[in-house]
Protein backbone atom coordinates (compact mmCIF):
# COMPACT_ATOMS: atom_id res chain seq x y z
CA UNK A 1 0.00 0.00 0.00
CA UNK A 2 0.93 3.61 -0.64
CA UNK A 3 -0.23 4.61 3.06
CA UNK A 4 -0.06 3.17 5.99
CA UNK A 5 -3.80 2.80 7.16
CA UNK A 6 -5.35 0.91 10.19
CA UNK A 7 -8.60 -0.19 9.33
CA UNK A 8 -9.13 -1.63 12.93
CA UNK A 9 -7.69 1.67 13.87
CA UNK A 10 -8.57 4.74 11.94
CA UNK A 11 -5.87 7.35 13.04
CA UNK A 12 -7.89 10.82 12.40
CA UNK A 13 -4.97 13.25 13.92
CA UNK A 14 -2.37 11.30 11.30
CA UNK A 15 -4.79 11.53 8.43
CA UNK A 16 -5.20 15.40 9.09
CA UNK A 17 -1.36 15.47 9.14
CA UNK A 18 -1.18 13.86 5.80
CA UNK A 19 -4.66 15.24 4.52
CA UNK A 20 -4.81 18.99 5.32
CA UNK A 21 -7.91 19.43 3.53
CA UNK A 22 -9.63 17.48 6.07
CA UNK A 23 -9.80 21.08 8.19
CA UNK A 24 -11.08 22.50 5.91
CA UNK A 25 -14.29 20.20 6.09
CA UNK A 26 -14.39 21.19 9.63
CA UNK A 27 -17.52 23.76 10.30
CA UNK A 28 -18.50 23.49 6.31
CA UNK A 29 -22.12 23.20 7.22
CA UNK A 30 -24.92 21.24 4.68
CA UNK A 31 -28.24 21.36 3.92
CA UNK A 32 -29.93 20.53 6.92
CA UNK A 33 -32.34 18.69 5.10
CA UNK A 34 -30.23 16.02 3.74
CA UNK A 35 -27.53 16.34 6.45
CA UNK A 36 -28.89 16.11 9.81
CA UNK A 37 -25.41 14.81 11.13
CA UNK A 38 -23.70 17.43 10.93
CA UNK A 39 -21.05 19.37 8.76
CA UNK A 40 -18.83 17.91 5.96
CA UNK A 41 -16.19 16.80 8.56
CA UNK A 42 -18.53 14.38 10.17
CA UNK A 43 -20.17 12.96 7.26
CA UNK A 44 -17.00 12.02 6.06
CA UNK A 45 -16.28 9.99 9.28
CA UNK A 46 -19.33 8.65 9.17
CA UNK A 47 -19.02 7.20 5.31
CA UNK A 48 -15.77 5.78 6.16
CA UNK A 49 -17.13 3.98 8.89
CA UNK A 50 -19.81 2.61 6.78
CA UNK A 51 -17.29 1.78 4.05
CA UNK A 52 -15.46 -0.04 6.62
CA UNK A 53 -18.62 -2.11 7.80
CA UNK A 54 -19.20 -3.58 3.87
CA UNK A 55 -18.36 -6.85 3.27
CA UNK A 56 -17.70 -5.95 -0.31
CA UNK A 57 -14.84 -3.55 1.23
CA UNK A 58 -13.23 -6.48 3.26
CA UNK A 59 -13.04 -8.70 -0.17
CA UNK A 60 -10.98 -6.33 -1.86
CA UNK A 61 -7.57 -6.47 -2.71
CA UNK A 62 -5.10 -4.51 -0.53
CA UNK A 63 -4.57 -1.52 -3.30
CA UNK A 64 -8.55 -1.61 -4.12
CA UNK A 65 -9.21 -1.31 -0.32
CA UNK A 66 -7.05 1.96 0.01
CA UNK A 67 -8.04 3.69 -3.27
CA UNK A 68 -11.92 3.10 -1.88
CA UNK A 69 -10.69 4.52 1.38
CA UNK A 70 -9.29 7.70 0.26
CA UNK A 71 -12.72 7.58 -2.19
CA UNK A 72 -14.43 8.00 0.66
CA UNK A 73 -12.24 10.63 2.46
CA UNK A 74 -11.61 12.52 -0.50
CA UNK A 75 -15.14 12.70 -1.82
CA UNK A 76 -16.76 15.57 -0.74
CA UNK A 77 -13.13 17.46 -0.37
CA UNK A 78 -15.21 20.31 -2.67
CA UNK A 79 -18.00 20.87 -0.66
CA UNK A 80 -16.09 24.30 1.46
CA UNK A 81 -15.47 25.73 -2.13
CA UNK A 82 -18.82 25.29 -3.76
CA UNK A 83 -20.67 25.66 -0.89
CA UNK A 84 -23.67 28.36 -1.10
CA UNK A 85 -26.90 29.36 0.39
CA UNK A 86 -30.03 30.42 -1.74
CA UNK A 87 -33.54 30.56 -0.03
CA UNK A 88 -32.35 29.65 2.78
CA UNK A 89 -30.75 26.38 1.53
CA UNK A 90 -27.49 25.38 1.39
CA UNK A 91 -26.32 23.47 -2.13
CA UNK A 92 -23.21 22.52 -3.17
CA UNK A 93 -22.90 22.73 -6.98
CA UNK A 94 -20.84 20.69 -9.05
CA UNK A 95 -19.09 19.60 -5.92
CA UNK A 96 -18.60 16.09 -7.88
CA UNK A 97 -16.39 17.04 -11.12
CA UNK A 98 -14.71 19.92 -8.67
CA UNK A 99 -13.82 17.05 -5.95
CA UNK A 100 -12.60 15.27 -8.73
CA UNK A 101 -10.24 17.63 -9.99
CA UNK A 102 -8.44 18.99 -6.65
CA UNK A 103 -7.94 15.26 -5.59
CA UNK A 104 -6.40 14.59 -8.85
CA UNK A 105 -3.99 17.46 -7.93
CA UNK A 106 -3.53 16.29 -4.45
CA UNK A 107 -2.44 12.98 -5.29
CA UNK A 108 -0.34 13.84 -8.05
CA UNK A 109 1.44 15.72 -5.64
CA UNK A 110 1.93 12.92 -3.63
CA UNK A 111 2.74 10.64 -5.99
CA UNK A 112 -0.16 8.23 -5.76
CA UNK A 113 -0.22 5.63 -8.46
CA UNK A 114 -1.85 7.18 -11.35
CA UNK A 115 -4.01 4.15 -11.91
CA UNK A 116 -5.35 3.53 -8.85
CA UNK A 117 -5.63 8.21 -8.85
CA UNK A 118 -7.26 8.00 -11.73
CA UNK A 119 -10.11 5.01 -10.59
CA UNK A 120 -10.60 7.24 -7.69
CA UNK A 121 -11.10 10.16 -9.20
CA UNK A 122 -13.28 8.98 -11.67
CA UNK A 123 -15.56 7.49 -8.65
CA UNK A 124 -15.98 11.03 -6.77
CA UNK A 125 -16.71 12.63 -10.49
CA UNK A 126 -20.25 10.94 -10.52
CA UNK A 127 -20.11 9.63 -6.77
CA UNK A 128 -23.94 10.77 -6.38
CA UNK A 129 -25.12 9.50 -10.04
CA UNK A 130 -26.22 5.83 -8.51
CA UNK A 131 -28.83 7.76 -6.11
CA UNK A 132 -31.19 8.65 -8.87
CA UNK A 133 -30.17 6.46 -12.14
CA UNK A 134 -32.90 4.16 -11.56
CA UNK A 135 -35.66 6.54 -11.57
CA UNK A 136 -34.68 7.61 -15.39
CA UNK A 137 -36.80 6.31 -17.98
CA UNK A 138 -35.47 2.76 -19.39
CA UNK A 139 -33.35 3.97 -22.30
CA UNK A 140 -31.72 6.80 -20.20
CA UNK A 141 -31.30 4.09 -17.23
CA UNK A 142 -29.49 1.84 -19.92
CA UNK A 143 -27.33 4.82 -21.21
CA UNK A 144 -26.39 6.11 -18.32
CA UNK A 145 -25.32 1.96 -16.75
CA UNK A 146 -23.17 1.61 -20.09
CA UNK A 147 -21.74 5.53 -19.27
CA UNK A 148 -21.01 4.61 -15.54
CA UNK A 149 -19.07 1.66 -16.76
CA UNK A 150 -17.14 3.31 -19.01
CA UNK A 151 -16.09 6.22 -16.81
CA UNK A 152 -15.06 4.40 -13.30
CA UNK A 153 -14.75 0.86 -14.69
CA UNK A 154 -16.51 -0.33 -12.09
CA UNK A 155 -20.10 0.00 -11.12
CA UNK A 156 -19.59 -2.44 -8.22
CA UNK A 157 -16.84 0.06 -6.63
CA UNK A 158 -18.85 2.72 -7.48
CA UNK A 159 -21.78 1.87 -5.67
CA UNK A 160 -19.90 0.49 -2.72
CA UNK A 161 -18.99 4.77 -2.06
CA UNK A 162 -22.72 5.45 -2.97
CA UNK A 163 -23.54 2.67 -0.69
CA UNK A 164 -21.56 4.40 2.10
CA UNK A 165 -22.51 7.99 1.33
CA UNK A 166 -25.88 7.04 1.70
CA UNK A 167 -25.64 5.45 5.35
CA UNK A 168 -23.28 7.93 6.62
CA UNK A 169 -25.69 10.79 6.57
CA UNK A 170 -28.99 11.50 8.57
CA UNK A 171 -32.04 12.15 5.93
CA UNK A 172 -35.38 11.25 4.78
CA UNK A 173 -34.81 9.68 2.07
CA UNK A 174 -32.03 6.86 3.11
CA UNK A 175 -34.24 4.20 2.69
CA UNK A 176 -35.42 4.68 -0.72
CA UNK A 177 -31.74 5.86 -2.20
CA UNK A 178 -30.37 2.61 -0.85
CA UNK A 179 -33.41 1.02 -2.73
CA UNK A 180 -32.10 2.73 -5.64
CA UNK A 181 -28.73 2.14 -5.26
CA UNK A 182 -29.33 -1.71 -5.20
CA UNK A 183 -31.37 -1.57 -7.84
CA UNK A 184 -28.64 0.58 -10.12
CA UNK A 185 -26.52 -2.49 -9.34
CA UNK A 186 -28.75 -5.55 -10.07
CA UNK A 187 -29.28 -3.21 -13.79
CA UNK A 188 -25.82 -3.30 -13.92
CA UNK A 189 -25.11 -6.73 -13.53
CA UNK A 190 -28.12 -7.90 -15.71
CA UNK A 191 -26.39 -5.80 -18.68
CA UNK A 192 -22.92 -7.51 -17.63
CA UNK A 193 -20.75 -4.12 -17.09
CA UNK A 194 -21.30 -4.75 -13.00
CA UNK A 195 -17.41 -5.31 -12.10
CA UNK A 196 -16.05 -4.59 -15.43
CA UNK A 197 -16.99 -1.87 -17.97
CA UNK A 198 -19.97 -2.49 -21.14
CA UNK A 199 -18.60 -3.93 -24.06
CA UNK A 200 -20.20 -3.01 -27.36
CA UNK A 201 -20.11 -5.15 -30.54
CA UNK A 202 -17.63 -2.51 -32.12
CA UNK A 203 -15.98 0.90 -31.96
CA UNK A 204 -18.35 2.66 -34.14
CA UNK A 205 -21.69 1.15 -32.07
CA UNK A 206 -20.35 2.64 -29.13
CA UNK A 207 -19.60 6.05 -30.97
CA UNK A 208 -22.90 6.10 -32.10
CA UNK A 209 -24.74 4.81 -29.29
CA UNK A 210 -23.12 7.36 -26.64
CA UNK A 211 -23.91 10.37 -28.60
CA UNK A 212 -27.43 8.97 -30.00
CA UNK A 213 -28.73 6.76 -27.33
CA UNK A 214 -32.49 6.96 -27.83
CA UNK A 215 -32.58 6.10 -31.16
CA UNK A 216 -29.72 3.54 -31.01
CA UNK A 217 -28.83 -0.05 -29.41
CA UNK A 218 -26.17 -1.03 -27.51
CA UNK A 219 -26.15 -4.22 -28.57
CA UNK A 220 -26.90 -4.09 -32.50
CA UNK A 221 -23.39 -4.12 -34.51
CA UNK A 222 -23.31 -0.93 -36.99
CA UNK A 223 -21.41 -0.65 -40.19
CA UNK A 224 -18.40 1.53 -40.00
CA UNK A 225 -18.24 4.20 -41.90
CA UNK A 226 -14.56 5.62 -40.74
CA UNK A 227 -11.94 5.87 -43.10
CA UNK A 228 -9.16 7.33 -40.86
CA UNK A 229 -7.80 7.78 -38.03
CA UNK A 230 -6.67 10.44 -35.65
CA UNK A 231 -4.47 10.37 -32.84
CA UNK A 232 -5.49 13.48 -30.08
CA UNK A 233 -2.57 13.87 -27.92
CA UNK A 234 -3.53 14.61 -24.04
CA UNK A 235 -0.67 15.40 -21.22
CA UNK A 236 1.05 18.41 -19.43
CA UNK A 237 3.94 19.91 -20.78
CA UNK A 238 7.29 18.11 -19.73
CA UNK A 239 4.86 14.84 -20.48
CA UNK A 240 6.82 13.86 -23.20
CA UNK A 241 3.23 13.41 -25.31
CA UNK A 242 5.32 15.42 -27.92
CA UNK A 243 8.04 13.33 -28.02
CA UNK A 244 6.06 10.12 -27.92
CA UNK A 245 3.91 11.21 -31.34
CA UNK A 246 6.94 11.73 -33.50
CA UNK A 247 7.30 7.97 -33.11
CA UNK A 248 4.24 7.37 -34.66
CA UNK A 249 5.28 8.39 -38.43
CA UNK A 250 2.56 10.64 -39.17
CA UNK A 251 1.96 14.51 -39.87
CA UNK A 252 1.31 16.20 -36.97
CA UNK A 253 -0.78 19.33 -36.15
CA UNK A 254 0.46 21.01 -32.74
CA UNK A 255 -0.34 24.76 -31.58
CA UNK A 256 3.19 25.24 -30.34
CA UNK A 257 4.51 24.64 -33.38
CA UNK A 258 2.01 27.10 -35.09
CA UNK A 259 2.64 29.70 -32.23
CA UNK A 260 6.17 29.52 -32.62
CA UNK A 261 6.27 29.76 -36.36
CA UNK A 262 3.95 33.09 -35.80
CA UNK A 263 6.19 34.17 -32.87
CA UNK A 264 3.63 34.68 -30.03
CA UNK A 265 4.02 33.65 -26.89
CA UNK A 266 2.17 31.25 -24.62
CA UNK A 267 1.18 34.67 -22.58
CA UNK A 268 0.08 36.80 -25.35
CA UNK A 269 -3.57 36.35 -26.71
CA UNK A 270 -4.15 32.86 -28.18
CA UNK A 271 -7.03 33.80 -30.65
CA UNK A 272 -4.99 33.85 -34.14
CA UNK A 273 -3.16 30.40 -32.88
CA UNK A 274 -6.46 28.67 -32.43
CA UNK A 275 -7.81 30.23 -35.81
CA UNK A 276 -5.00 28.76 -37.45
CA UNK A 277 -4.80 25.36 -35.55
CA UNK A 278 -8.27 25.09 -36.75
CA UNK A 279 -8.09 25.79 -40.31
CA UNK A 280 -5.33 23.49 -40.75
CA UNK A 281 -7.07 20.23 -38.56
CA UNK A 282 -9.85 20.60 -41.26
CA UNK A 283 -7.94 21.08 -44.22
CA UNK A 284 -6.42 17.48 -43.09
CA UNK A 285 -9.34 15.95 -42.17
CA UNK A 286 -10.77 16.88 -45.46
CA UNK A 287 -7.77 14.55 -46.76
CA UNK A 288 -8.95 11.47 -45.25
CA UNK A 289 -5.70 10.52 -43.35
CA UNK A 290 -4.11 9.57 -40.41
CA UNK A 291 -2.69 12.38 -38.40
CA UNK A 292 -1.63 13.61 -35.03
CA UNK A 293 -3.28 16.53 -32.74
CA UNK A 294 -0.39 17.52 -30.55
CA UNK A 295 -1.99 20.09 -27.67
CA UNK A 296 -2.37 19.82 -24.33
CA UNK A 297 -6.21 18.63 -24.92
CA UNK A 298 -6.53 18.40 -20.84
CA UNK A 299 -9.86 20.31 -20.73
CA UNK A 300 -12.93 17.69 -21.22
CA UNK A 301 -15.55 20.36 -23.03
CA UNK A 302 -12.57 21.47 -25.50
CA UNK A 303 -11.85 17.86 -26.33
CA UNK A 304 -15.33 17.23 -26.90
CA UNK A 305 -15.93 19.81 -29.51
CA UNK A 306 -12.69 18.54 -31.02
CA UNK A 307 -13.56 15.04 -31.15
CA UNK A 308 -17.01 15.91 -32.58
CA UNK A 309 -15.52 17.84 -35.37
CA UNK A 310 -13.12 14.53 -36.13
CA UNK A 311 -16.22 12.24 -36.27
CA UNK A 312 -18.21 14.55 -38.63
CA UNK A 313 -15.68 14.16 -41.00
CA UNK A 314 -15.80 10.34 -40.73
CA UNK A 315 -12.64 10.27 -38.43
CA UNK A 316 -11.44 7.08 -35.69
CA UNK A 317 -10.91 9.62 -32.98
CA UNK A 318 -7.98 7.70 -31.05
CA UNK A 319 -6.71 9.79 -27.77
CA UNK A 320 -3.25 9.53 -26.38
CA UNK A 321 -2.74 10.34 -22.60
CA UNK A 322 0.65 10.70 -21.36
CA UNK A 323 2.03 11.18 -18.27
CA UNK A 324 5.23 11.26 -16.01
CA UNK A 325 5.41 11.86 -12.50
CA UNK A 326 4.98 15.19 -11.25
CA UNK A 327 8.67 16.07 -10.03
CA UNK A 328 10.51 14.85 -12.94
CA UNK A 329 7.60 16.23 -15.44
CA UNK A 330 7.86 20.06 -14.18
CA UNK A 331 11.73 19.10 -14.31
CA UNK A 332 11.42 18.69 -17.98
CA UNK A 333 9.03 21.41 -18.76
CA UNK A 334 11.36 23.85 -16.83
CA UNK A 335 14.63 22.73 -18.75
CA UNK A 336 13.22 23.33 -22.51
CA UNK A 337 13.38 26.18 -24.19
CA UNK A 338 9.68 27.28 -24.66
CA UNK A 339 8.96 26.47 -20.91
CA UNK A 340 5.35 26.76 -19.48
CA UNK A 341 6.11 29.05 -16.59
CA UNK A 342 5.50 27.02 -13.34
CA UNK A 343 2.72 29.35 -12.03
CA UNK A 344 0.94 27.87 -15.05
CA UNK A 345 1.96 24.59 -15.21
CA UNK A 346 0.70 23.60 -11.59
CA UNK A 347 -2.32 25.45 -12.88
CA UNK A 348 -2.91 23.15 -15.40
CA UNK A 349 -3.07 20.11 -12.75
CA UNK A 350 -5.98 21.76 -10.74
CA UNK A 351 -7.84 22.09 -13.87
CA UNK A 352 -7.02 18.96 -15.97
CA UNK A 353 -9.91 16.55 -16.65
CA UNK A 354 -8.43 13.84 -17.53
CA UNK A 355 -9.49 11.35 -20.39
CA UNK A 356 -12.03 8.43 -20.18
CA UNK A 357 -12.73 5.32 -22.42
CA UNK A 358 -16.63 7.48 -23.08
CA UNK A 359 -15.00 10.03 -24.60
CA UNK A 360 -14.22 8.77 -28.19
CA UNK A 361 -13.45 5.33 -30.17
CA UNK A 362 -10.43 4.51 -27.97
CA UNK A 363 -8.25 5.32 -25.10
CA UNK A 364 -4.66 4.57 -24.70
CA UNK A 365 -2.74 5.56 -21.74
CA UNK A 366 0.99 5.90 -21.13
CA UNK A 367 1.86 6.29 -17.41
CA UNK A 368 5.79 6.41 -17.08
CA UNK A 369 7.71 6.68 -14.04
CA UNK A 370 11.05 7.77 -13.56
CA UNK A 371 11.65 4.54 -11.97
CA UNK A 372 11.42 2.62 -15.22
CA UNK A 373 9.47 -0.38 -13.26
CA UNK A 374 6.40 1.58 -12.53
CA UNK A 375 5.77 2.00 -16.54
CA UNK A 376 2.45 1.29 -17.62
CA UNK A 377 0.54 1.26 -21.15
CA UNK A 378 -3.06 0.58 -20.77
CA UNK A 379 -5.78 0.64 -24.02
Request: hydrophobic letters at 35%; glycine letters at 4%.
Amino acid sequence: MFFKINYQNIDWDALEDTFPFLNNLKGSTQSALYHQEGDVYIHTKLVIEALLEQDDFHKLSSEQKEMMFLTALFHDIAKPVTRIEEDGFIKNPHHSRIGAMMSREILYDMGYPAFLREQLCNIISVHQDPFWIIEKDDKTIDYLTIKMSLITGSIKNLCLQARADMIGRICPDQDSTLLNIDLFEEHAKSMGCWDKPFEFANLHTKRQYLIDYKNKSPYLELYDPTEFTVNIMCGLPGSGKSTYAKTLGLPIISMDDIREELHISPTDDQGIIRQEFLKRTKQMLAKKQDFIIDNVNLDKTRRASLIDLCCAYKAKVNIVYKELDFKTCLERNMSRNDCVPVHIWKSMIKKMELPTHEEAHTLKIILESSKKEHSLTLE
